[in-house]
């Protein structure tokens, strides 16, 4: 009981930071904390047993840190963003909307889209025509999940992290197929559209990548979260046709080959 306490007390720490580091008005605060109240109502209502309720806080802390990471960074979308995560928890019961961060140099941490952006691009994409989307660094499959279930686009996933991989293999169906490879050592012609959320943790790796990618026929490029110098390499290397920003380091970008 002690210790379900002690989790309990670090997850309100967990949201207190959220709240205090998001720019938005008092107000807006106070919304915030009650969809953290909202959670709390949740976990009470479902989850009777000490243990099983010690078990689903953990998993509600690391999901929250893992937030805090995405939206510290959205400003003013801060309040959209943990809307639309609020009830892709209650429409979808998080499905594939894990976190992991790893201690790797070359491999990003598999933090998944946020539920408004996938809306925001499957909008978007409505009109391109597409037979076949590739997600370059699928992670547990968020966006495979999303575009490939619910959506019913055929879509391929590629992830390099064997375990990672292997928890995301009960997407597969008629619709979702995904490669346990390296997304620098693929072959994407088959494809109309690759999605790439920032999986490449140094510049040179992503240069190598675009330099591949570039070289393609016909297809379309949704970069999401990539930094400064890597929107520089997008610029240079393709031609963007929109742009979504929310912040520096927060944003989605729709390109196609330079000279298509």
Not at 82 to 86: F, H, S
Not at 179 to 184: G, V
């Given at each position: 009981m002690n210790l379900y306490l002690i989790t309990l007390y670090n997850l309100h720490i967990t949201r207190f930071k959220i709240i205090k580091n998001i720019k938005i008005k008092l107000i807006k605060k106070l919304i915030l904390f009650e969809f953290f109240i909202f959670f709390d109502f949740i976990l009470a209502k479902n989850v009777i047993n000490i243990g099983f309720r010690l078990i689903t806080l953990f998993k509600v802390m690391k999901y929250l840190k893992g937030l805090f990471e995405i939206i510290k960074n959205y400003n003013i979308y801060s309040l959209i963003i943990?809307?639309?995560?609020?009830y892709y928890f209650l429409k979808f019961k998080n499905r594939f909307?894990?976190?992991?961060?790893?201690?790797?140099?070359?491999?990003?941490?598999?933090?998944?889209?946020?539920?408004?952006?996938?809306?925001?691009?499957?909008?978007?994409?409505?009109?391109?025509?597409?037979?076949?989307?590739?997600?370059?660094g699928s992670g547990y499959g968020k966006v495979l999940f999303y575009f490939g279930i619910?959506?019913?686009y055929k879509i391929d996933g590629i992830e390099i992290n064997k375990e990672i991989?292997?928890?995301?293999?009960?997407l597969n169906n008629t619709n979702i197929r995904i490669?346990?490879?390296?997304?620098?050592n693929f072959d994407y012609q088959i494809y109309d559209l690759m999605i790439i959320n920032d999986p490449l943790k140094t510049v040179t790796d992503f240069l190598n990548l675009i330099n591949k990618l570039k070289f393609l026929k016909r297809k379309f490029f949704i970069f999401i979260n990539i930094n400064s110098k890597k929107q520089e390499i997008v610029k240079n290397s393709l031609k963007i046709i929109d742009q979504k920003n929310f912040s520096k380091n927060r944003n989605i970008i729709f390109c196609k080959i330079k000279y298509l």
């Open positions: 943990i809307y639309n995560e609020l909307n894990e976190f992991k961060f790893l201690k790797n140099k070359y491999e990003s941490d598999p933090i998944p889209c946020s539920f408004y952006t996938l809306k925001y691009i499957e909008k978007k994409i409505k009109d391109f025509k597409l037979k076949k989307i590739c997600d370059l619910i959506k019913k991989y292997k928890n995301s293999l009960v490669y346990n490879k390296s997304i620098l």
